[in-house]
């Protein structure tokens, strides 16, 4: 081959290569994020807004979301829904109707949640749940809609079983029990104890917004329960955990609240927090946390000035599995071939959470995803992972397909 | 000629809602339309009891819930056509008006407003509690909508009842009926020493204020195809009782307008983010104390100022 040849032959492969390369139009793709960024649902949903952001970023940075012959940069908007029905429904109508969103994420509490997914089977558009935990999201077969995080009583079945094995028989529960699936965990938590002779011995209710807990304890500390069981939000938990120690009640204080160590540090102390245990889905602490979780805390913590919430990476694991879901069916556009896509996804790896996939997929029929759950411990100012709950997420995904 | 002129900006309003499907080409628009035509009815109901009675009741979203679960309840479970149960509706809040209404209104002033809020939270307590029927906190959702869920359809079925019943308001306001309720409101022993048994009055006023929130509930249950506890909470209530005071108590156009604009003004303001409630917050309180006669109140204050000018002139 001459020079004039070879040099020919470089520039036509050259210009093959580049046309090739513009071939790959680069594109936007705006993802929506419905979630309570106020409100007393913010401690959960703001933190899970923050993560689609910065999972955006990343994304972006490695090159976007590549969908057939397009690439797409991820562009993110994010409404309040105050974790109020009407204004979910409001913020919702305003992405698809308003701003041409095909794809929903966020989503921390169950009202606004379901108040969506009521009419979100009939939109063009695909749904994912994240921090939400009421049961009933993913018993609909919505085809569009999927969870990341596991139902409460899926835990609280996998939490019912490491109390009994503590020995403590007579338990006294303190929560939220108005809220759907607090109920729901602390029933499977019933199911549980009666098996090897325990009982709930009362069942004392607090409203989110409650404060002072004294009566509910005062009553509780006559019965002289074996142990208490604290399900709720943060702050109003937290509170409950310091008012025990201030009544002088030294017994194992189990709880399901999913906050993180500044959250809870804001209401109590260190030593009025240690011991107690927070039994709930494998989220993420900095000790069970995998290599993703360490990145995942370093990263948030560095963009925002702030921990993340140990619940927020079901946000950022939304975007990871929506990513993969568009590349596998090679198209943004048709929401049906994503919502399919995303039915039949392995686990990306890139999420932070443990999932426990059921027949090889993220998600199962249902469109519900499950992570190993864990015992947390309070040890001087943080949550230790302690061990894993025994959890079978096969048998619970065929329990699930069974409700209606 | 007066009365044709009187109706004109209520004809150029009803002509400008008939065609607005038309022209919004962004439906999310239309779903906060709807809602407000909801809030207009619901807002009529309350000024009923609070601008031309004098009673400021507390419990109006409550009675929406009532009519919302009543509507799907009786759906769901009896399977009855989704017509017959929106009817049914306001009757079955009427009969919990009546209930709540003769003890409450034993009571006056603060005390009646007290009364009012505990029942809205006794209400919301069993809705959340009495889980085997309306499914607690998690909601009933697969509310039958009609037509399928177009919501052209349903903004024309809500802008027809919100006219109709806002009609029947004004006649309410202006028969022999609404002059006691005003007589109440000014001076409620005088009317008694008349003669007039003033509490046949007030309850008519409760129960009637009570049918208008059930009918709305049942309509916000058919169009959202979604109800919990929480959307017919005591700060929903706050809600219909801010719509009578910024459009302007005590008269008919006030409720309409405060009704749209406790819908749009928190959406309208998203683009503040997290600063939005704190924003609307102000807003309102900026307006309760500037403007304590309401929008209607002060454009017909201007109006009349600018009237008094054109005599002073031209005399």
């Known amino acids: 081959m001459s020079k004039h040849k070879f040099t020919r032959a470089c520039a036509a492969l050259a210009l093959t290569l580049v046309a090739g390369s513009s071939l790959a139009a680069e594109k936007k793709l705006t993802v929506g994020v419905a979630d309570a960024l106020t409100g007393g649902g913010a401690v959960y949903g703001l933190p899970q807004a923050n993560a689609v952001k910065m999972a955006a970023e990343e994304i972006n ?22 974790a109020n029905p009407t204004e979910a429904t409001n913020a919702v109508r305003k992405l698809i109707d308003r701003d041409g969103v095909k794809y929903i994420l966020g989503f921390c509490c169950s009202g606004s949640t379901s108040a969506v997914a009521s009419f979100i089977g009939n939109e063009k558009a695909v749904m994912l749940v994240g921090n939400a935990a009421e049961r009933s999201i993913t018993t609909k077969k919505i085809p569009n809609l999927v969870r990341t995080r596991p139902p409460a009583d899926y835990t609280g079945q996998a939490a019912g079983t490491f109390i009994a094995r503590k020995g403590q028989k007579r338990i006294a529960v303190l929560g939220a029990l108005d809220v759907g699936f607090y109920a729901q965990y602390v029933d499977s938590v019933e199911r549980e104890i009666k098996k090897v002779g325990g009982e709930i011995i009362a069942r004392e209710v607090f409203s989110l917004k409650d404060r002072d807990m004294t009566p509910q304890l005062t009553k509780i500390r006559g019965l002289n329960p074996d142990a208490i069981l604290v399900v709720g939000y943060v702050e109003p938990a937290a509170f409950v955990y310091r008012q025990a120690v201030e009544l002088g009640m030294n017994i194992p204080r189990y709880g399901f609240t999913s906050g993180s160590e500044e959250q809870f540090l804001r209401v109590t102390t260190s030593e009025q927090m240690e011991g107690v245990w927070d039994l709930r889905p494998t989220e993420l602490t900095l000790l069970s946390a995998s290599k993703n979780g360490v990145a995942y805390h370093a990263n948030y913590t560095k963009k925002y ?4 919430s140990p619940s927020s990476p079901y946000a950022y694991d939304q975007l990871y599995a929506l990513k993969a879901a568009i590349e596998a069916a090679g198209t943004a556009e048709n929401t049906e071939a994503v919502a399919k896509a995303l039915r039949n996804l392995a686990v990306p790896p890139q999420v932070v959470m443990q999932y426990q996939p059921v027949d090889g997929k993220m998600f199962d029929v249902n469109g519900q995803a ?3 759950n864990g015992a947390f411990q309070w040890q001087k100012g943080k949550w230790v992972f302690v061990e894993d709950l025994p959890s079978d997420s096969k048998a619970y995904s065929q329990f699930l397909s069974t409700l209606k | 000629m007066n009365r044709i002129l009187a109706l004109l900006p209520w004809l150029l309003a009803l002509a400008l809602l008939a065609v607005l499907p038309q022209v919004l080409t962004v439906k999310y628009y239309l779903h906060l339309s709807i809602l407000a035509l909801i809030w207009v009815i619901v807002a009529q109901g309350q000024n009923l009891i609070q601008g031309f009675t004098g009673y400021v009741s507390i419990v109006q979203a409550g009675f929406m819930g009532i009519g919302a679960y009543g ?16 009817i049914m509706a306001p009757l079955i809040t009427a009969l919990f008006a009546l209930a709540t209404g ?4 034993r009571v006056k002033g603060h005390y009646f407003a007290i009364v009012t809020l505990a029942f809205n939270l006794i209400i919301v307590i069993v809705l959340v509690n009495y889980s085997e029927l309306t499914k607690g906190e998690a909601g009933i959702s697969n509310i039958p909508k009609p037509w399928g869920g177009n919501r052209e359809a349903f903004y024309y079925l809500a802008l027809v009842l919100a006219a109709s019943l806002t009609l029947l308001a004004a006649l309410i306001a202006r028969s022999r ?10 001076n409620e022993d005088l009317v008694a020493a008349l003669g007039i048994a003033a509490w046949k009055y007030k309850l008519f006023a409760f129960v009637i204020s009570a049918m208008y929130a059930g009918l709305g509930g049942a309509l916000y249950a058919h169009f959202q195809g979604f109800i919990n506890p929480e959307i017919f909470g005591v700060a929903q209530s706050l809600d219909a009782i801010l719509a009578v005071i910024l459009g302007g108590s005590g008269t008919i156009a006030g409720p309409a307008i405060g009704a749209f604009l406790v819908v749009f003004l928190p959406e309208l303001l ?5 600063f939005r409630l704190i924003l609307y917050g102000l807003i309102l309180v900026l307006a309760t104390i500037f403007m304590p006669i309401g929008i209607v109140g002060i454009a017909k204050a201007a109006f009349a100022r600018i009237i008094r000018r054109e005599v002073r002139h031209g005399g």
């Not at chain 1, 000035?305 to 993340?308: H, R, Y």
């Not at chain 2, 009926?177 to 000014?186: D, K, P, W």
């Open chain 1, 61 to 82: 940075a490695a090159g976007g979301i590549k969908a057939g012959p397009d690439i797409y940069k991820i562009d993110v908007i994010a409404y309040d829904d105050k």
């Open chain 2, 71 to 86: 509507s799907t309840l009786m759906g769901l479970n009896f399977q009855w056509p989704l017509w017959a149960t929106m």
């Open chain 1, 305 to 308: 000035n702030a921990s993340p």
């Open chain 2, 270 to 274: 998203r683009f503040a983010d997290s």
């Open chain 2, 102 to 105: 003769y003890p409450s209104l």
């Open chain 1, 370 to 372: 499950y992570t190993s």
């Open chain 2, 177 to 186: 009926v609404g002059e006691i309720l005003l007589a109440i409101r000014q």
